[in-house]
């Protein structure tokens, strides 16, 4: 009894980190996150010898495959304990703690997203592909959105999970995601103006080249890709917060209700500097 | 309209969130946004995915009801999303009468009977509460079906947008009338003797020794006490 009660606690850091370790295991097992991957290998197959200038629009796959299925993944790994919360409360970390873990293991979809839009990228520059009007960094930019997104859709997916106790949340969640994506993209048939593209960026999602209906004219739309990588970034550190506001207690829920506010106010600037760019359409 | 035992939170719930996209989709588009109408048929597909979930399973196998019968109880819950997508159909072709409404409410049918039919397997396959795996195992196909075209050497669209619209409904109504079939087989009781009832049993030596009811129309077993006299008998 005296060598337990006097055997000091293990640091948080170290606590999160096996959590974070044992969640991710979890992550990689999961049968859709594996489906996911199963569809990317597939799409990549399908798309070897069929990349043009909008190249950069196939980072759709990863963040469909991961990221609207890890929103899936995300909210099931997060409910999968509250049927043993009484035993769960026990353990030695907080529920802040636990979701952090979560938070963290959402890095794998995101390691997934990175890998593939690397390999898109490479296999675009092997290719004697057209030149685009977009620039080299903003091609960087418009591709790693593709990665934020594999790893925002299962943070919103665990933010759902935490916050929500009825089943299908998860579903209801990613409907939802689609549905402001395809809201705000649904844009681009609209004339160029600066509040067109506010309604386009302000989607987790966006997309960046387009045509006219009789697809003769691909042309890329006005913003800032940069920018609205900060946004979506910015969204991700949003549901990350706000999943772990749900568990967090006294002076550590008022700071993290803090950070919310600030997180929220830095993606709105984001989102206003992403505008801010010349709307002007350039044809590709 | 929802029966007792079916989980109304989540079934009220997603299909309030189907209404609320058609609803949207009646009140601000002028021609048929089609992507949103499927986006509110997931929706649809999850509320009806959840109907046949029932925590008190084991308890509920025990009364003297058939399955196929409870079934047929809880499908009256599926009224509520197919009542949904039927108004909401009809709604927006009153407002715009290029909506191909026939199409669209075939394939509404069928998307929901599918879902029913993943979770009465997945019940069957023994799990009591099979909803939240049919729902996102559909959900998550239609959702994948609506964001990517499939391939170019698959003959018949699922979700047409201009063309394919026979062919589309022909496969669904397809596949609504083989899950319906599903539902039927897969809602059969499994512990359930399938010999009607006054029917003879087989000749089993051993009841004979024990002196066990053995009569025309008994069901083979021993009455009460009466049961352990087969050892009396080989002795």
């Known amino acids: 009894m005296t060598a337990v009660a006097g055997r000091r606690a293990a640091p948080a850091e170290a606590t999160l980190r096996t959590l974070a370790w044992v969640e991710a295991r979890r992550w990689a097992r999961h049968p859709l996150f594996l489906l996911g991957c199963a569809l990317l290998i597939w799409g990549a197959v399908g798309i070897w010898n069929n990349l043009d200038a909008t190249f950069n629009e196939f980072r759709v796959a990863p963040a469909f495959c991961v990221g609207v299925l890890g929103a899936l993944v995300g909210c099931q790994l997060t409910r999968s304990m509250s049927r043993s919360t009484d035993a769960v409360a026990a353990a030695p970390a907080d529920g802040v703690l636990r979701t952090a873990a979560l938070c963290l293991a959402c890095l794998v979809p995101g390691a997934v997203g990175l890998l593939w839009v690397t390999w898109l990228y490479v296999a675009a520059m092997a290719m004697p592909t057209p030149q685009s009007a977009l620039s080299t960094a903003d091609q960087i930019a418009v591709l790693l959105s593709g990665v934020v997104a594999s790893v925002g859709g299962p943070l919103f997916g665990v933010m759902v999970g935490r916050w929500t106790r009825f089943p299908g949340a998860g579903l209801v969640g990613a409907v939802v995601l689609i549905g402001w994506t395809i809201l705000g993209n649904s844009s681009l048939i609209q004339p160029a103006s600066r509040l067109n593209d506010l309604v386009r960026l302000n989607a987790p999602y966006a997309f960046w080249t387009s045509s006219d209906n009789d697809h003769s004219h691909i042309w890329v739309a006005g913003g800032s890709p940069w920018w609205h990588l900060a946004y979506v970034v910015l969204l991700c550190g949003l549901a990350a917060t706000a999943a772990m506001v749900h568990e967090a207690v006294g002076a550590r829920r008022s700071r993290l209700w803090r950070i919310l506010a600030e997180l929220a106010g830095l993606a709105v600037v984001a989102l206003a500097l992403a505008v801010a760019a010349d709307p002007t359409r350039v044809p590709l | ?235």
């Open chain 2, 1 to 235: 309209m929802i029966p007792r035992g079916v989980d109304r939170a989540v079934v009220g719930g997603t299909s309030a969130l189907g209404v609320a996209i058609l609803a949207a989709c009646v009140v601000l588009a002028d021609s048929p946004p089609l992507v949103y109408l499927r986006l509110a048929l997931v929706a649809l597909a999850v509320s009806a995915a959840f109907v046949l979930d029932d925590a008190a399973t084991a308890a509920v196998d025990a009364v003297p009801r058939t399955r196929r019968r409870r079934t047929a109880d809880r499908l009256l819950a599926v009224a509520v999303p197919l009542t949904v997508w039927g108004v909401g159909i009809a709604v927006f072709q009153l407002r715009t009468p290029a909506t191909p409404a026939a199409g669209l409410l075939v394939e509404g049918a069928g998307a929901l009977t599918v879902a029913v039919a993943a979770a009465a397997v997945l019940r069957w396959a023994g799990r009591a509460e099979p909803g939240e795996i049919a729902a996102t195992v559909v959900g998550g196909t239609m959702l994948a079906l609506i964001v990517f075209d499939l391939p170019s050497w698959w003959p018949v669209p699922l979700f047409p947008r201009d063309a394919g619209w026979p062919a589309s409904t022909a496969l669904w109504s397809g596949l609504g009338v083989a899950s319906a079939v599903v539902v039927v087989l897969a809602s059969a009781d499994p512990y359930r003797p399938s010999r009607p009832v006054g029917m003879r049993s087989a000749h089993v030596p051993w009841l004979a020794w024990s002196g066990g009811d053995t009569e025309p129309d008994g069901d083979g077993r021993s009455s009460p006490g009466s049961s352990p006299r087969w050892w009396v008998c080989r002795r």
